[in-house]
């Protein structure tokens, strides 16, 4: 599941909700709502940041007088949603019964789970 942008400022945790562009030409910074993909030379920011952003002297801001709302889920977020809670929910399946075998003598088994290997102690 990809997971949701961040602010742009150093060491802030919060989600992003709105972008920073910096028009140089103009000595302007705009401030509006969250960009539909990040791209270079823009900033992600929280509410907070975005609310408070001042610019240098002589710079404008130009900033979006809405409420800044979070970005809804994309489909890709919800069908990997979807998948994770039908995985879990899914039984575990067992392994086939097999005849005793208490005549015969064992085998040290090695087993497998994902990366891990189970090696027995030999004796």
Avoid: K
Wanted: aromatic fraction near 4%; hydrophobic fraction near 30%; charged fraction near 25%.
């Amino acid at each position: 599941m990809r997971s949701p942008r961040r602010c742009s400022r150093n060491g802030c945790p919060r989600q992003a909700v709105a972008t920073l562009t910096y028009v140089y030409n103009e000595s302007t910074a705009v401030v509006g709502p969250l960009a539909a993909f990040a791209e270079p030379h823009t900033y992600d920011l929280c509410e907070p940041h975005a609310r408070n952003l001042t610019a240098p002297r002589g710079w404008d801001v130009v900033r979006h007088e809405g409420e800044f709302e979070p970005p809804p889920p994309t489909t890709d977020d919800l069908v990997a949603l979807a998948e994770a809670v039908r995985e879990a929910a899914r039984p575990a399946p067992r392994p086939p019964q097999e005849p005793s075998r208490q005549d015969q003598p064992q085998t040290p088994q090695t087993g497998r789970r994902g990366h891990l290997r189970v090696i027995p102690p030999t004796h």
